[in-house]
């Protein structure tokens, strides 16, 4: 890896090097933080390996790189969560001692919003956007003082105020990320770092933010910002630093920041993790497999009714949180306010009641969340792949391990996983291959419609090229695959249709000759463009 | 957002927090009073608290622990109460150092220690709380036992006015007062929604600079302060040291606290709640009582009870968290 | 099967040559101790030759059969906490079931004239849904085991209570008495035959674990409860099947444990909910990586047995005894059972 990133270097002379030594004084004098050589590592996976950055003051300076580059953890270590292994953090030219919690990062003037919505639920939206500010006993602010400065702060930000009083669970999702940002805003941070913060903003909320960034940048203040997002990558940025595994990759300038030239640099120059366009589907068979009707997410939406087609490939695409997981859910015999699941197969139809019927019937639902929802991280990688097609090995009551090794075999070598012993805890396997190994779980079980919940989140560019190669593969022996997105470029590559979601309802239906990136990201939003 | 609406979510709160364990105690209250009538004289008011006493001040003791979150729970509180009590009676009285205004200090200190010693081994070492403080359950009984083998009367003590009357007003009120004082004067500073927070989503208060580790020890050490306050009310009715005596609040006041509303899962709760739950479980043991039920039916009356009880607490509390996520 | 994360030499091949961070040595150990009980053998070995050297008695055949019939009865009444403990849980009515199993089998064969087999059989179904019903209050209304075994467990021994009116007269059938007589012999092997059904019950829950869907299920259910309700896995089913087995388990016991003391009492199964407990920790336990097993607890069985027996014979009291083993408990979680950090959840 090293050597591409030479490459990298070399054939972009125009990127200047971070850390550099021979700026001038004046431009020195002007660094807020700098951080060199930080490493972390969990286990045996190194998170962070060798970044190094500097941020100047006023400025907007993002990070950029592909899910799994290190991003999360450079910002966990820059908030005080984790202790780097090694390197070094300057805030105004001083050497910073080891920051163990959030707290000292706060005290030296970090403050940072973390990729999850992060509010206490139960609690009101005052106390949420004063967390965290009052001593163990002392309350260091007067109540007058905490409304007043949280409703200037969220008249800012949201334009119209909530109440203060009610629980932050009661707001929307883009109000309740507002509430963390506003707790950030507040303490006015030297450096305010923003992880992936603005995901969950509807537009005009994300505008007003731009604007106090903007604002507080001609006081001096300076921004980290975190986001996939290319458009606001280049709308707000003055530098852009791109990593990729864990290392420094370079900075631009605004000027030099290309969405082309960003994702190059981001990939590497040897495998590209922009998905190959898929060949469409062939619309000769028409042999319908599932059919939903009029399923209502919460009560009194629009329904939504919807067919599958064997070998069809379905994008659902949307803001976070606007109902795409429900129906992914649904149409896996989830829970839903109304309507029905239907699964044909050789002439007949069966309704899908629950889970358990729709697995009976070929749906395989495959969770998004690696660790939480699919993983028993402590047992063996055979036991992992094995759980739900069990029975397949057992014999006179009880299990043969021979044979679900034989199975997983098979399987392993079909989707490519890399592991030593099929007896190691799965916690040993890379990222990349344990998504394989919940991959290779579903496909034993046969199935016939496989809804995926975004795959491809967080796994690197060789795991996200055999993942397409696969979902090919799978279409073209008749599956149907109906599959959560967050980037927008799978949906173009990958989709015979596109559904965007908006409020747990269909906002639009795209096909092929209708998608484009404009098309879909205008949707999220509630606008119809071609 | 209007104001009917916070209002009626104010309410929501208010309600399902305790209101169901007032309910209880008001309907229990008033069949206690129509069948044994002479509850009703004041006199006898002091004997009720007197008795009432430990078994309030044990479930107020749990709260804290539980609030905290991370699946806190402090089940040494019952054999704290009795060990205290033990040393008042067999160490201090004995001894010449029976004064209150030398023994009340070195009682509570003892309930704050063996809490915050709780809350260090679970905060900071990262022990499951079930098990460390049944642990601490076992060492404390333990020590009972080696202290005081035999139930022994103690000589005679300032502690028996606080099962009667202390001029106008019943003794125990003092004791069952004082947790409820210094939780009311907790409020006036940040530790109390501190606490909550934490509670509720100790990811989130860690990560806007909330000490946890710290507000969970705190947490700890005010139910062990609390159990302090509770050996002294136990004092005031046993007037011995008895070993056996403690183990029996333990597991009835985390039941009081569920009982009041608590959820198990940290994050909300009350004293209020705790009190009440603990007078609903008291009174429903007289209502039986009163009923002529043979006392050897009592234990399962009160198990069943119990059990009713936590479903009905868990299933509002259900229904809460349906109504939350579908704002998501 | 139930190794530890921080084993990661495959992760380490897969990023392409780098080296693995070196382990100490003391980190060596540890790692192979959360494997494999090494730490609990040496003391239970140090403990045996302790008593070896300085008792006389200890080694003798009826000093051993009695420490072979405690440590059964200690086993088989852990059975259920070592599921229990497993699922993330605890039972705190063990000791309420064992009085179900002693005080029916008593009751009803003798006084009301119910035949052997039958009453087994009415002790099985009664625990087995008392247990099942805690188990699934427990998982559909998420309310702590603790709070609802502790509700059945006064209720069981509460009903038992009134119903004996807390005069148990029946005496045990001496079918049970000759099950935990240290002099009996099974089938000509010289050994009491609960320590034969204790092994058959070792061994029986070894393939269940181990060999059997259940097994699978029910360490993905206690692992990962989510993931599992998301790979199929009933997990409502396994908890009720837990608390169930747990509570027939502790009946059963409660059979040999009255056929052990010639009568039954209300408080006859209190030690065994400390004990039990003690066991499954002493084995070394670890709920969080999925290091339950019986056969932990049966030699923490054996550990607290043997402990206890040079305790009682060097005069330390029982209050002693309840010392110890709280602050053994204690050292021992501290190495295996800790929870996360704050900071990983982040």
Redesign the interface.
Same mark, same amino acid.
């Given at each position: 890896?090293t050597m591409n990133v030479a490459d990298a270097r070399s054939s972009e002379p125009r990127i200047s090097t971070t850390g550099k030594t021979d700026k001038p004084a004046s431009d020195r004098e002007m660094l807020v933080l700098r951080g060199q050589g930080l490493a972390k590592?969990f286990?045996?996976?190194?998170a962070l390996r060798d970044f190094s950055f500097d941020l100047r003051s006023g400025e907007v300076h993002t990070i950029q790189g592909e899910n799994g580059s290190g991003k999360s953890t450079l910002v966990?270590v820059l908030?005080g969560?984790?202790t780097p292994d090694s390197g070094t953090i300057e805030i105004d030219g001083h050497l910073l001692k080891q920051m163990s +919690?959030?707290?000292q +990062?706060?005290q030296n003037g970090i403050g940072?919003v @973390?990729q999850e919505v992060?509010?206490?639920?139960?609690?009101s939206v005052l106390?949420n956007v004063w967390?965290?500010?009052?001593? #163990? @006993?002392?309350?260091?602010y007067g109540h007058e003082e905490r409304v007043a400065k949280a409703t200037a702060v969220l008249n800012d930000l949201l334009g119209l105020v909530?109440?203060l009083?009610?629980?932050v669970?009661?707001?929307?999702?883009s109000d309740r990320q507002a509430c963390s940002i506003a707790?950030a805003l507040l303490r006015d941070p030297a450096v305010l770092i923003l992880d992936e913060a603005t995901s969950a903003l509807d537009v005009a909320t994300r505008d007003r933010l731009f604007d106090i960034l903007r604002t507080r940048a001609e006081r001096g203040k300076s921004v980290l910002f975190i986001s996939h997002r290319m458009d606001e990558v280049t709308e707000i940025s003055d530098r852009v630093t791109v990593m990729r595994l864990g290392e420094t990759v370079g900075t631009l300038n605004r000027a030099e920041a290309t969405p082309a030239r960003l994702v190059q640099l981001m990939t590497g120059s040897d495998v590209s993790s922009e998905p190959r366009k898929r060949a469409a589907t062939k619309s000769k068979t028409q042999r319908v497999l599932l059919e939903a009707r009029s399923i209502a997410l919460?009560p009194g939406r629009q329904p939504i009714n919807l067919t599958v087609q064997a070998g069809e490939m379905i994008g659902l695409a949307g803001l976070e949180?606007h109902g795409q997981e429900a129906l992914l859910r649904a149409l896996g015999g989830g829970v839903t306010s109304s309507g029905e699941i239907m699964m044909h197969s050789q002439g007949n139809t069966a309704v899908v009641r629950n889970?358990?019927e729709a697995?009976k019937h070929g749906i395989a639902?495959v969770?998004r969340e690696r660790k939480?929802?699919?993983?028993? #991280?402590?047992?063996?990688v055979l036991?992992n792949f094995?759980?739900?097609t069990?029975?397949q090995d057992?014999k006179g009551?009880?299990?043969w391990p021979a044979q679900s090794r034989k199975r997983f075999f098979d399987l392993a070598k079909r989707l490519g996983i890399?592991?030593?012993?099929a007896?190691?805890?799965v916690?040993?396997?890379?990222g990349g291959?344990q998504q394989k190994i919940v991959m290779a779980?579903w496909l034993a079980a046969d199935p016939k419609v496989l809804l995926l919940n975004d795959p491809t989140r967080g796994v690197d560019a060789h795991t996200k090229q055999d993942l397409y190669h696969l979902l090919q593969e799978l279409t073209d022996i008749g599956l149907a695959v109906i599959m959560i997105s967050s980037e927008v470029d799978e949906h173009l590559a990958l989709m015979d249709r596109v559904l965007v979601m908006r409020d747990q309802e269909i906002f639009r239906e795209l096909n092929r000759s209708e998608m484009s990136r404009t098309s879909i990201v205008s949707a999220f939003f509630g606008k119809v463009e071609q | 957002?209007g104001s009917v609406e916070?209002i009626r /979510?104010q309410l929501q709160?208010w309600f399902r927090s305790s209101v169901f364990a007032v309910l209880l105690t008001v309907f229990l209250l008033l069949i206690t009073a129509f069948l044994n009538p002479w509850i009703l004289a004041p006199a006898s008011w002091a004997i009720l608290l007197g008795t009432f006493a430990p078994f309030a001040i044990a479930a107020m003791a749990s709260t804290p622990a539980i609030v905290s979150g991370g699946g806190g729970i402090d089940i040494s509180i019952g054999p704290l109460m009795a060990l205290i009590g033990i040393v008042f009676v067999k160490v201090l009285l004995p001894n010449g150092l029976g004064a209150p205004w030398f023994s009340i200090p070195i009682m509570l200190a003892m309930g704050t220690a063996v809490g915050m010693f709780n809350g260090i081994v679970i905060a900071q070492f990262r022990y499951p709380p079930v098990i460390t403080t049944m642990s601490v359950n076992f060492v404390l009984t333990g020590i009972s036992l080696a202290v005081a083998p035999i139930p022994i009367a103690a000589i005679p003590n300032w502690t028996s006015q606080l099962a009667h009357w202390i001029g106008p007003i019943p003794g125990s009120l003092l004791t069952i007062g004082l947790p409820v004082l210094i939780w009311v004067g907790?409020k006036?500073?940040?530790?109390n929604?501190?606490l909550?927070?934490v509670g509720?989503?100790d990811?989130?208060?860690? /990560?806007?600079?909330?000490?946890v580790v710290?507000?969970r020890i705190?947490a700890y050490g005010l139910g062990g302060l609390f159990a302090g306050i509770g050996a002294i009310a136990l004092t005031a009715l046993l007037q011995s040291a008895d070993a056996t005596q403690g183990g029996q609040y333990t597991l009835l006041a985390i039941a009081a606290v569920a009982l009041g509303g608590t959820t198990l899962n940290g994050?909300?709760g009350t004293l209020r709640g705790a009190v009440f739950g603990a007078a609903a479980i008291f009174l429903l043991q007289d209502v039986l009582t009163a009923l002529d039920v043979p006392s050897t039916w009592l234990r399962s009356a009160y198990g069943a009870a119990l059990l009713a009880g936590v479903i009905v607490g868990a299933r509002a509390i259900m229904r809460r968290s349906g109504s /939350?996520e579908?704002?998501? | 099967?139930?190794?530890?994360?921080?084993?990661?030499?495959?992760?380490? !091949?897969?990023?392409?040559g780098?080296q693995?961070?070196q382990r100490t040595l003391w980190q060596s150990v540890v790692l192979l101790q959360r494997q494999f009980p090494l730490l609990q053998i040496l003391v239970l070995i140090a403990a045996l030759a302790y008593g070896t050297l300085t008792m006389d008695s200890f080694l003798n055949p009826f000093s051993v059969r009695t420490m072979l019939i405690l440590a059964s009865l200690l086993g088989l009444a852990a059975l259920g906490q070592t599921l229990a403990i497993l699922v993330g849980g605890i039972d705190v009515s063990i000791p309420a079931f064992i009085v179900l199993g002693s005080t029916l089998i008593t009751q009803i064969t003798g006084p009301e004239g119910v035949p052997l087999g039958l009453a087994i059989l009415v002790i099985i179904v009664l625990a087995g849904f008392c247990g099942g019903l805690s188990g699934w209050i427990a998982h559909k209304y998420s309310i702590h085991p603790l709070i609802v075994t502790l509700a059945m467990g006064s209720l069981v021994s509460g009903v038992l209570l009134g119903w004996t009116n807390a005069n148990i007269t029946g005496v045990a059938p001496p079918f049970l008495g000759a099950l935990t007589r240290p002099f009996a012999s099974t089938f000509g092997l010289p050994v009491p035959p609960v320590v034969i059904i204790w092994l058959a019950v070792g061994v029986i829950m070894a393939?269940v674990l181990k060999?059997?869907?259940f097994? !699978?299920?029910l360490?993905?259910t206690a692992?990962?409860p !989510?993931?599992?309700d998301?790979?199929?896995?009933?997990t409502r089913f396994i908890w009720v099947t837990v608390f169930a087995i747990s509570a027939i388990a502790s009946a059963m016991t409660g059979l040999l444990v009255v056929g052990f003391a010639g009568t039954a009492n209300a408080t006859l199964g209190d030690p065994y909910l400390f004990q039990g407990l003690a066991a499954v920790i002493l084995g070394g336990a670890a709920p969080l990586?999925?290091?339950v097993d019986y056969w932990r607890t049966m030699l923490g069985a054996m550990i607290f047995t043997v402990l206890s027996t040079l305790l009682v014979a060097g005069g330390f009291t029982e209050a002693d005894k309840q010392i110890t083993f709280g602050l053994l408990i204690l050292v021992a979680v501290g190495v295996y059972g800790r929870e996360p950090r704050v900071?990983d959840r982040?």
């Open positions: 890896m590592s286990g045996a996976t190194k966990k908030a969560v984790h +919690s959030p707290f +990062s706060l940072t @973390f992060l509010v206490v639920g139960p609690q106390q967390l965290g500010s009052d001593g #163990l @006993f002392k309350v260091r909530p109440d009083e009610a629980p669970e009661t707001l929307s999702l707790r919460l949180g889970e358990t697995s639902y969770p939480t929802e699919a993983l028993f #991280l402590p047992l063996s036991d094995a759980l739900p069990l029975k057992t009551g009880l299990l890399r592991y030593n012993d007896d190691a805890p916690s040993t396997l890379s291959n779980r | 957002m916070t /979510s709160i907790l006036k500073t940040a530790f929604r501190t909550f927070a509720a989503d990811a989130t208060a860690f /990560s806007a600079g909330i000490d710290r507000t705190v994050g909300r /939350s579908a704002h998501g | 099967m139930m190794t530890q994360p921080d084993s990661q030499s495959t992760a380490a !091949r897969d990023m392409e780098q693995l961070p393939v060999r059997t869907v097994g !699978r299920q360490y993905a692992l990962n !989510r993931a599992a998301l790979a199929l896995v009933r990586t999925g290091a900071k982040v």
